[in-house]
């Protein structure tokens, strides 16, 4: 091997990789087709030699050469311009300037030292470009800054470890699972050293067994096995394994000073006193692989994650097609395939099994392999293969979780079995803590973060891989009564319905007080509820929850954190359990309730016909059980229901009945609410006086009992009415008031409703580019809030202002953007209507606006 400089060093790794991605064909095969020496280029391949100038078309043919094969044999290496590579090969050969053969050290023309690599496993490496790339530019001599290298790329931080020069690279998976191609990954990178010539004192490969039923080979033995390699003399490596590590050091010393580095590759590492002895010190260095966070060894750490679905997909793929076979499954089913990959939880040995188990079987479609999969109880199950892979490692999921589950402690081992019966995506420390019954589990979560057998995210949340909590769950479930799995879901159930109680103290008027002061204000309260909110719907839904008080408690309780939220088919779900849970025990009122809490979610999402029955069930149950003040209630929200429908004078009637009853039992907050939906409802009977006083009276009201989120709602209806009666100077205040306490309250859904409300009354005062404002305002706030059809609304009223500033281009496109948000929420009426306007809008581009009246 030649003594190479930068330039050369890169021209011979590019087509060396090129050469590696064609399937490496024989020199003797690509001369013949080029046309040239098999010894020139045999020495181009070797690292021999950089071609002279009169050879720069033939490296280019041969560059093209080996593109076209990648492609067919499914690789796509990037490609270089003609002018990238003549650049290059200009630079090589001002390293090398007698005839393109550099000089040849005595060192290089030394027999290179032993490797005993295992093949590399190139199935596994779809998606781990970057690790890959990593691992090697660390390897390369050229990029060692622990030499004196080039510097790292702008932006990249020198880890400590770097700075100290330190030698080892560890390659432990952020999931912590086996599968997820650790093994791969550095057989890989080893490779690509040993192809470069950058480890002239050999590469070394063994594997720890660090999870190995039979325990981790002693470090002693390990010492054994390398000095036999590396002297070819078995019979002379010590007795004892204090003198085989004296003489392995002594081994390490020698080839540094000969300038012969050396590679060390140890897979399967489960602690870090069992190799610390044997990592060698610069300029040697070692690849170790664990499935546990080796904090103690001074290393470089590179974490792989499962693939994304794209990568998982690919796998699936290029398995199914490897060898040439022809199988277009994933091609013509991609829906089929991602599903795949999902339920494999883009994990790679997962997604191995399942090819071999769709190759095996050539006609069976993937949605058959997918059906297979979905039921979680059989899942691992069927994740298993009758073989072992290269390293003869059983071809299983459950055998590989089960390695890294045998070596936890016996607390880590429950905590772990009980993680699993948590509801929910992922669990807080303080929810852990009530499920595991200890005050120190965040110690044994971090030990099972550490094993990678959950991992943490923003300091205080833990989660399980899919199969890994498939995997434990099995465990937890045989083991349900020893771990008190019961009583554990129980607790977590207390914890959830009181601090969420506690949380909701800060968000409703008159929901009483956060007597144990869990939040200090109703900002740390939301937060706490939007970062539990998937778990505290779980927990609703989950099936213990039936008996627990949770089960009714969160259903009732957080149904108006979640309408404002704009979770409305959580909330539906939610109440829609209540009522039956309510309805199981003979529970009238709370039944009531629970369809009162259905019955405003059904409106929320404009199934009105629904909410109307919800409603009409509420107002039976009420009537039955004697509850007066849930007949109003019932009454008030059936109002809203009918108006929603457009059947005002229903609405009116209901509205002015709920009134009464509420005004008779003197509770001036309910009385309010009412007296806002009556004045609702006379603006749609186009008796817009008497709504401004019903709502006058509401604002007053709701001023009087300080709850100042319905005041402002309350003035957005005024200003509306205001408006709709000619006042529009009285509207613009009350409407600018509302927004302005939308704003102060972080109410984002709110502040779009009065900025709506704002345009209308503008455009109705003839104030058209105001109006327009507060419509483009408002549709941005509808859009954050995930509320198409207002978002609609908005939209539509913009193109009709647009159309009257004489701006038919811009009204044409706002109003076909809000036709096909009417046609997503199924307002097919109201997008036929936008359709129409934008039609006529168009035909009047360059030729003045239509005519907008009426």
């Not at 490797?115 to 190139?122: E, H, I, Q, R, W």
């Not at 070819?232 to 081994?251: F, S, Y």
């Not at 290393?299 to 693939?307: D, N, T, W, Y």
Request: glycine fraction near 10%; charged fraction near 25%.
């Amino acid at each position: 091997m030649g003594v190479a400089g930068r330039h050369s060093n890169e021209l011979w790794n590019l087509i060396q990789e090129l050469h590696v991605a064609a399937g490496e064909p024989s020199p003797l095969k690509l001369a013949s087709r080029l046309h040239i020496g098999k010894t020139t280029l045999y020495a181009w391949l070797s690292r021999s030699a950089v071609p002279a100038k009169t050879m720069d078309d033939v490296w280019l043919r041969l560059v093209a050469e080996l593109e076209r094969e990648a492609a067919r044999q499914g690789h796509r290496p990037p490609r270089r311009e003609a002018a990238c590579w003549k650049r290059l090969l200009s630079a090589a050969r001002e390293e090398h300037p007698r005839g393109g053969r550099p000089r040849t050290s005595a060192a290089a023309r030394r027999m290179e030292g032993p490797v005993n690599l295992p093949l590399p496993l190139t199935a596994g490496l779809t998606g781990r470009a970057e690790p890959l790339r990593e691992i090697r530019d660390w390897l390369d001599p050229a990029e060692d800054t622990s030499t004196g290298g080039p510097e790292q790329e702008q932006g990249q931080e020198r880890t400590r470890s770097q700075a100290e020069g330190e030698s080892v690279v560890v390659v432990s998976a952020v999931e912590g699972m086996g599968g997820v191609g650790k093994t791969a990954l550095v057989l890989e990178a080893a490779h690509v050293a040993k192809r470069r010539g950058w480890f002239p004192g050999g590469i070394l490969f063994a594997d720890v067994r660090g999870y190995s039923p039979d325990g981790e080979l002693e470090t002693g033995a390990l010492a054994g096995r390398f000095l036999a390699l590396l002297s070819g003399r078995p019979k002379d490596v010590p007795a004892t394994a204090e003198e085989r590590l004296d003489a392995w050091r002594a081994m390490l010393h020698d080839l540094a000073r000969r300038k012969r580095p050396l590679l060390l590759v140890l897979d399967n590492v489960r602690t870090t006193g069992r190799i610390a002895a044997l990592l060698p010190p610069p300029p040697h260095k070692a690849l170790v692989t664990s499935r546990r966070s080796l904090s103690g060894l001074p290393a470089r750490g590179v974490r792989l994650s499962p693939l994304t679905p794209a990568e998982a997909v690919t796998v699936l793929e290029r398995s199914l097609t490897a060898g040439g076979a022809r199988d277009d499954r994933v091609a013509t089913h991609p829906e089929a395939a991602r599903r795949l990959a999902d339920l494999c939880g883009c994990l790679p040995l997962a997604l191995m099994i399942i090819a071999r188990l769709l190759c095996d079987e050539r006609s069976r479609a993937l949605e058959d392999q997918a059906d297979e999969l979905a039921d979680a109880r059989t899942r691992l199950d069927v994740l298993e293969y009758d073989d072992v892979d290269e390293q003869g490692r059983p071809l299983a999921v459950r055998a590989a979780f089960e390695l890294s589950y045998r070596h936890l402690g016996d607390d880590q081992a429950r905590a772990f079995r009980l993680l699993a019966a948590a509801p929910g995506p992922d669990v807080s420390t303080a929810a852990a803590a009530a499920l595991i019954g200890r005050p120190d589990a965040r110690r044994s979560l971090s030990r099972l973060a550490s094993a990678h057998l959950v991992r943490q995210s923003g300091g205080d949340r833990w989660s399980m891989h899919d199969l890994v909590r498939l995997f434990a769950d099995d465990h937890g479930r045989a083991l349900a009564e020893a771990d008190g799995r019961e009583g554990a879901v129980a607790r977590l159930l207390d914890c959830y319905l009181t601090t969420a109680t506690a949380a909701l103290t800060h968000l409703r008027h008159g929901a009483g007080a956060d007597r144990a002061r869990r939040f200090p204000d109703r900002p740390a309260a939301l937060r706490w509820l939007d970062g539990e909110h998937p778990n505290l719907v779980a927990a609703a839904l989950c099936p213990q929850a039936r008996s627990h008080p949770a089960g009714v408690g969160l259903g009732l309780r957080l149904a108006p954190y979640l309408s404002d939220r704009r979770h409305f088919d959580d909330a539906i779900a939610l109440c829609t359990r209540a009522a039956e849970l309510f309805h199981a025990a003979g529970h009238g009122r709370g039944e009531g309730k629970a369809l009162n809490n259905l019955g405003l979610m059904f409106g929320e999402t404009r199934r009105f016909q629904e909410a109307i029955a919800a409603h009409r069930q509420g107002l039976a149950m009420s009537e039955k059980t004697g509850d007066r003040h849930g007949r109003a209630t019932a009454l008030n929200n059936l109002g809203l229901a009918l108006r929603g429908a457009k059947r005002f004078m229903g609405a009116a009637n209901v509205h002015d009945q709920a009134r009464e009853i509420f005004a008779g039992t003197g509770d001036r907050h309910a009385e309010a609410q009412t007296l806002n939906n009556l004045g609702l409802a006379l603006q749609g009977l186009g008796r817009h006086e008497e709504a401004v006083a019903a709502h006058t009276a509401a604002v007053r009201m709701f001023a009087e009992t300080g709850d100042g989120r319905l005041e402002a709602a309350a003035l957005t209806n005024l200003g509306s009415a205001l408006g709709r009666a000619g006042r529009f100077e009285e509207a613009v205040a009350a409407h600018g008031k509302d927004v302005e306490f939308c704003r102060r309250s972080g109410d984002r859904h709110g502040e779009g409703q009065s900025l709506l409300a704002l345009g209308l009354t503008l455009q109705a005062a003839g104030a058209l580019e105001d109006a327009g404002r507060a419509y483009v305002s408002a549709a941005s706030a509808f859009r954050e809030t995930a509320d198409p059809h207002r978002e609609a609304e908005a939209r539509g009223n913009l193109g009709t202002v647009l159309a009257r500033l004489d701006r038919p281009e811009e009204a044409a496109t706002a109003l076909t953007e809000a036709a096909a948000l009417f046609q997503d929420c199924g307002a097919r009426e109201d997008e036929q209507r936008a359709l129409t306007y934008a039609s006529d809008v168009s035909k009047h581009v360059g030729t003045g606006h239509p005519r907008t009246d009426g």
